[in-house]
């Protein structure tokens, strides 16, 4: 990319930005109340500055559905960003979910630098309650930066990433790891969620597991029965 191309991307989005700057006080700022007793798909005591992980075994996991649509619902005027290489989650999910594409500013970058620099100019925008971004790498430098820019921003930072991840270090405040579960029902979807880590957040202790399923009928996210899971013994002959 030439000199005048990186600098006409930085204008736009800084203009993109500056016209979404919405937040005027910090009694208008997001601070979602800790709910230790919900489950971990709900997005309860996700403080403004916090750096949220979740871990997946593919993009094809399903583990966006989980959040995104019920941090849409908690907070239908939050301006957001998406910072995605492949662009498929903007393009896919928004609409789906019932995100107000006028509240919306969807990036595709071309690799992780440019990547990692668009989630710290949003994070630190004023016209942004959370940013959303798909980063595959994230040393401790760069997991740094990102934790200090949601706290000058005072937004929220969520990142999806993949198993990778599990052998890096991390500043993250929250940290989930979701895995896909064996289901049976075609039109319900089963993931375990595991609790990493929690700094505080209400949302478990480390090491709390749940099995969570989701109902493409009904668009619902519930506490799965354990019981249910289990492989009943086959009939004799």
């Not at 997005?43 to 019920?70: C, H, K, Q, Y």
């Not at 921003?153 to 990142?159: A, I, K, P, V």
Request: aromatic share 6%; proline share 4%.
């Amino acid at each position: 990319m030439t000199a005048t191309a990186t600098s006409d991307r930085v204008r736009d989005l800084r203009n993109l930005l500056r016209q979404n700057n919405l937040k005027t006080s910090v009694a208008g700022r997001i601070r979602a109340e800790s709910a230790p007793e919900a489950g971990l798909w709900t997005p309860d005591g996700w403080e403004p500055g916090s750096v949220i992980e979740w871990i997946t075994s593919g993009d094809g996991s399903g583990a966006n559905a989980l959040w995104l649509p019920r941090l849409r619902q908690r907070h239908p005027q939050a301006r957001w960003l998406f910072v995605d290489p492949t662009g498929d989650l903007f393009a896919a999910g928004m609409v789906r979910w019932g995100f107000d594409l006028s509240r919306v500013i969807g990036v595709r970058t071309s690799d992780l630098s440019q990547t990692l620099w668009v989630i710290e100019q949003g994070l630190r925008s004023e016209g942004v309650e959370f940013v959303w971004g798909r980063v595959d790498r994230l040393s401790s430098v760069a997991g740094r930066r990102l934790k200090l820019a949601a706290e000058a921003g005072r937004s929220t930072c969520l990142l999806a990433r993949g198993e990778r991840a599990l052998s890096e270090p991390s500043v993250a405040d929250v940290r989930l790891q979701i895995s896909p579960e064996r289901s049976l029902e075609w039109d319900r979807r089963r993931w375990r969620v595991t609790v990493l880590r929690s700094k505080g957040h209400g949302i478990g202790t480390t090491g709390t597991s749940q099995l969570i399923e989701y109902d493409h009928a009904t668009d619902d996210v519930r506490l799965a029965s354990e019981l249910a899971d289990s492989t009943a013994p086959c009939p004799a002959a």
